[in-house]
């Protein structure tokens, strides 16, 4: 019997049983369906990511305090107070980091803000002034839509002066109140708004519709209570100089700190290419930890195909039989049991892939429409082939046991088989 025949007679005996056919499918396609939704949204993710972080510029350097993080159980170490106002005031001179452009400190936590009988827990800022630390409005990339910003002046006096995002003025200002002028309470402390933020969504890590800018002095004194910084973010003069700016920065910390071992380092310095490589570590570490759980289900698909097999060589006992009597062989017989399970799993794989697509399609969309985040829509082709061949796999391998039960069976017998 020709390769050809085999094919043909394999379809055939599929589109007779279409019921139980799509039954038989069903744990493949549920498993390539959440493969492929698993690594769209997670590509999608990823690239979500990293535009926001590219969206910063490659000059941007950030020091963090504490060692760098190995691994889940360092993360700790990122709370500590290693970075202070000296360490600001060194780095801001140019005898030591010739190549710095700008340097401005990040104090930021939650807190709750209040006007009138309206609430609203928000991100607290802390941030420097827009003419010092002119850094500010380049690495979030806003502008301020109605007001101004903060002054040298408001800085060194900790002045209680904030700016808030859209969302804490729809929040509290329901009621149409022009929010300049007017006071808010932080932490129980009065703070004149001055400048109101367009509607921008996340930036980084930060989210500035829900959030309110402040002195990075005031935030210190009055409403953190702390003298050291949770981050420096600083500008190289030139994207060519990050790598020597970042050695001289470490190099000024570490005198600063009195660290003669960069072993004992209480500070570490990222760059845009350090995040971007974390980012996608972390995501590719993700993505094949949710696309291995996404996998068990072909195999619980597998094993549903390897039964419904055996029932459908139970079945055609009697077309087996004849068959053999006709001149079929084991071989002939073996290869056209094997095709209808590689056939029903790739057909399932090709479902899989396609309802898989139209779910990312649809959550990228949800997303980007009712969340304002552009979230894009990425079609994983590895993901496609590695699902199209994963479903013939298991049709293979779960489709043997039954087709060499089928070939072994006596014609005689299966022509007397009631």
């Not at 396609?29 to 769209?40: D, E, K, P, W």
């Not at 500590?80 to 780095?91: A, G």
């Not at 991100?123 to 002119?134: A, Q, R, S, Y």
């Amino acid at each position: 019997m020709t390769f050809k025949n085999t094919v043909r007679t394999s379809l055939t005996g599929l589109a007779a049983h279409k019921g139980r056919s799509a039954l038989t499918i069903l744990g493949v396609v549920i498993g390539v369906t959440a493969i492929i939704l698993v690594m769209s949204i997670g590509q999608g993710a990823e690239k979500l990511i990293l535009d926001q972080i590219q969206g910063l510029g490659s000059k941007m350097i950030f020091v963090l305090p504490g060692q760098e993080p190995s691994g889940p159980t360092d993360f700790a170490s990122l709370y500590v107070d290693s970075l202070k106002e000296r360490d600001l005031d060194s780095l801001k001179n140019k005898g030591n980091v010739p190549y710095i452009d700008d340097v401005m400190p990040l104090v930021f936590g939650y807190d709750s803000l209040a006007y009138g009988n309206e609430t609203y827990q928000g991100m607290v800022l802390g941030v420097g002034d827009k003419t010092e630390f002119g850094v500010a409005e380049r690495l979030f990339d806003f502008e301020i839509k109605d007001g101004v910003f903060f002054s040298p002046e408001d800085v060194r006096a900790k002045a209680s002066v904030v700016i808030i995002g859209d969302k804490v003025i729809k929040e509290l200002f329901s009621d149409g109140t022009d929010p300049i002028g007017e006071k808010i309470k932080i932490k129980g402390k009065n703070f004149k708004v001055i400048g109101l933020l367009p509607s921008q969504g996340s930036i980084g890590a930060f989210n500035f519709d829900e959030g309110a800018l402040i002195p990075y002095t005031t935030a210190q004194d009055y409403v953190f209570g702390k003298k050291n910084f949770d981050r420096l973010v600083i500008t190289a003069t030139d994207e060519n100089l990050v790598d020597r700016t970042v050695e001289d920065i470490e190099i000024t910390l570490r005198n600063s700190h009195g660290i003669d071992d960069s072993k004992k380092d209480d500070f570490y310095v990222e760059t845009q290419a350090n995040i971007m490589e974390t980012v996608s570590s972390i995501t590719l570490v993700l993505t094949l930890l949710l696309t291995s759980v996404a996998a068990i289900s072909l195999v619980v698909g597998g094993v549903g195909i390897m039964n419904i097999m055996l029932v459908s060589v139970t079945e055609r006992t009697r077309e087996i039989g004849l068959r053999k009597a006709l001149g079929a062989t084991n071989k002939d017989i073996l290869w056209q049991f094997l095709m209808d399970s590689v056939f029903l799993t790739m057909i399932g794989g090709v479902v899989g892939i396609i309802l898989g697509a139209l779910l990312s399609f649809i959550t990228s969309w949800i997303i980007t429409t009712f969340y304002g985040i552009n979230f894009t829509f990425v079609f994983p082709v590895s993901a496609a082939l590695m699902g199209i061949g994963v479903s013939a796999g298991v049709g293979l391998l779960f489709g043997i046991y039954p087709a060499r039960q089928a070939s072994k069976k006596s014609p005689i017998e299966a022509l007397r088989y009631e």
